[in-house]
């Protein structure tokens, strides 16, 4: 496979491995330090991305006040705190990469309230939280999510702890969520160009390309460039902050005098109003075909839940060995129309094993890790693939120098150097190796 690439990329280029040109009359690839070369880069840094270069103009800011007082003071056994915090965002892009204008900044506020009660009973054997905010942002209704947990202690020298919870909470959408109007340029398939761009979820960024005013249809797949149309039109979901109501249910103990720790938890999270990513296409088939991915809210619930469990185990000798197994899965909507993506991005099982040791004989420690994770879906804007299975190995040893105060640490992440990527278009990831110094003398 690479000698064919190799060869592919030999014959596009016109050039030999050592740069040299086959042939002057055809096209030939510039290569840095040539004329050509700096002539298209200086081209392309010089224009902006609207424009189809590499230049984008960001003097966007953001301005955040926010206090806090504890009034536990003036209560016995009572906590009390209460808070307020106020966002000002200037998006300011000159229209390069947001629904901006050039010298029109988009503005958007936003402030919030909020308090938290704390109590104890039984002792301190329960501990009991209680808390509320209350949110408003200048483009959305405001939002008001209560919170509550509890822990409780089993025993009384609590070794045994039962926690649980039942939250709610929200999201407003991001910059990018609301305002991206990003164009990707003219692209062809099967013979048909359209232009591809993507936009945000805000109802006057989608209405400056005609989608609530024109039949828009959604796009089979997860990919929007092969996409095809659906039969029906498709009807963009009024565009609203996204809520989650979450429960919780945990336990940790000790046991064996405190030798081993098991910690456990499940949850349950219920999305109202999810932003998902959808693809879009208007006009299809036709000499101005349009094709677009923009945020949308889910009229669907979307579920996600999962668990996991660690133990911790101090062995004789001072070793600890350490072990988790998690879980996170996406109760996937049957009824979600084609082209829609929840961009979950998250492998469905992890592993995570270590055993350490920092006094295995005097002054010498190690630590050995190994983490393992599943394969999963990987949805952006520009494109979906299955991200592989990997896992990784790393090490580290230690020396302890007590006559100049310094540890020397000798290690690396990923030791046995099996590359591995977390994200489609994502660098893949080797081994890194190093030797650290640190001298402590001026801390002791």
Not at 120 to 140: Q, V
Not at 179 to 184: E, G, K, Q, T, Y
Not at 207 to 218: E, I, M, N, R
Request: charged share 15%.
């Amino acid at each position: 496979l690479d000698a064919t690439y190799n060869l592919a990329r030999t014959f596009a280029d016109n050039r030999d491995s050592r740069g040299n040109i086959f042939s002057n009359s055809k096209p030939y690839r510039p290569l840095p330090g040539e004329t050509e070369f700096d002539v298209i880069w200086n081209d392309l840094i010089s224009k902006p991305v609207s424009e189809g270069g590499a230049l984008v103009i960001d003097h966007s800011s953001m301005y955040q006040f926010e206090g806090m007082y504890d009034f536990s003071h003036l209560f016995n056994s009572l906590g009390l705190q209460m808070g307020a915090s106020y966002r000002l965002y200037s998006i300011n892009t000159n229209g390069t990469i947001f629904f901006d204008e050039p010298g029109e900044p988009i503005q958007q506020s936003q402030f919030g309230l909020y308090g938290q009660l704390i109590e104890t009973f039984f002792r301190e054997r329960l501990k009991l939280t209680l808390s509320g905010r209350y949110d408003k942002n200048s483009e959305y209704d405001g939002q008001l999510t209560p919170r509550m947990s509890a822990v409780y202690s089993l025993d009384r020298n609590q070794t045994h702890n039962v926690r649980c919870s039942a939250q709610t909470a929200f999201r407003f959408a991001s910059t990018a969520d609301q305002w991206v109007d990003l164009s990707l340029g003219q692209l062809q398939f099967n013979g048909t160009q359209f232009d591809f761009r993507v936009i945000g979820g805000s109802e006057e960024v989608q209405q400056a390309y005609g989608l609530h005013t024109q039949p828009v249809f959604a796009l089979s797949g997860n990919n929007p460039f092969t996409g095809t149309p659906e039969s029906e039109p498709f009807i963009i979901p009024v565009f609203r902050p996204e809520t989650v109501q979450v429960l919780e249910i945990g336990y940790k103990g000790l046991y064996m005098q405190k030798l081993l720790m098991v910690d456990a938890y499940f949850y349950h999270n219920t999305y109202d109003g999810f932003h998902a990513k959808q693809a879009l296409v208007l006009n299809p088939g036709g000499s101005s075909e349009s094709r677009f991915i923009t945020t949308i809210s889910s009229e669907e619930p979307v579920i996600t839940y999962g668990w996991a469990i660690g133990v911790d185990s101090f062995l004789p000798g001072g070793y600890l060995v350490k072990t988790n197994i998690s879980n996170n899965s996406l109760d996937e909507n049957k009824n979600k129309p084609e082209g829609y993506q929840t961009r979950f991005n998250t492998p469905q099982h992890r592993i995570n094993i270590s055993l350490a040791n920092y006094h295995v004989v005097k002054n010498i420690g190690f630590n050995v890790s190994w983490h393992w994770q599943q394969s999963y879906l990987w949805q952006s804007d520009f494109g979906s693939s299955t991200i592989p299975a990997y896992n990784t190995l790393d090490a580290q040893v230690s020396l302890k120098l007590p006559k100049w105060s310094s540890v020397v640490k000798v290690g690396g992440a990923n030791i046995l150097n099996q590359y591995y990527t977390t994200g489609l278009g994502n660098a893949s990831v080797g081994g890194l190796y190093y030797v650290q110094v640190t001298f402590d003398e001026f801390l002791n």
